[in-house]
């Protein structure tokens, strides 16, 4: 699979919208908090916080992994098989199922952490008031995670055999 311009952008703005962003409002907001009583009073415990992954952990054991396990065997298997074929159509067909499966593998594989943030907003509505800036802050990530999201599908989706096959209409 040949990396395009088009290809890399989408890559680059994932990692940008997934790590650097909530990376960076999470030391904007929290670098100068002092451990008032108030700044404490909101702080999760690591037991909270170990259980909150152990349980997500394993709902991504139990149904996710499962899936995109296999989802990537006939991921595989339709990367050979367009490294083989000569067929325009074929190329065609295989280039489209292999855009929907990376679609889903992007999905699945990006559900876990985008949980996560949602569990946490929805646990922290429910506390004191002190968790207002703490909540913010995960809805600015959860936002940049999901515009993260949307370009780690646009740069899975963007198949395109070395060979030459269909440019499916980007000229």
């Known amino acids: 699979m040949k990396m395009t311009k088009k290809r890399l ?42 259980l909150l992954i152990f349980v ?4 991504k054991k139990l ?8 989802l990537k065997a ?14 325009p159509a074929e190329i065609a067909a295989l280039e489209k199922e292999l855009k929907n499966i990376r679609t889903i593998e992007a999905v699945f594989s990006s559900i ?6 949602v569990a946490a907003i929805i646990a922290f509505k429910a506390l004191e008031a002190q968790l207002v800036k703490l909540s913010a802050t ?16 646009l740069y899975s989706r963007e198949i395109h055999a070395k060979s030459g096959g269909t440019d499916n209409g980007n000229e």
């Open 138 to 153: 995960l809805g600015w990530i959860g936002i940049s995670y999901a515009v993260g999201l949307v370009f780690n599908v």
């Open 9 to 50: 952008a989408f890559f680059l703005l994932h990692v940008i919208f997934s790590a650097v962003v909530p990376l960076v409002f999470v030391i904007v907001r929290y670098s100068t908090m002092d451990n008032t009583r108030g700044a404490v009073g909101f702080k999760i415990s690591i037991t909270g916080i170990l």
């Open 63 to 70: 149904f996710i992994d499962r899936k995109l396990a296999d």
């Open 112 to 117: 876990i952490p985008l949980l996560f943030i």
């Open 74 to 87: 006939q991921s595989n298997v339709m990367l050979a098989n367009l490294k083989t074929k000569q067929d």
């Open 56 to 59: 997500f952990w394993t709902v």
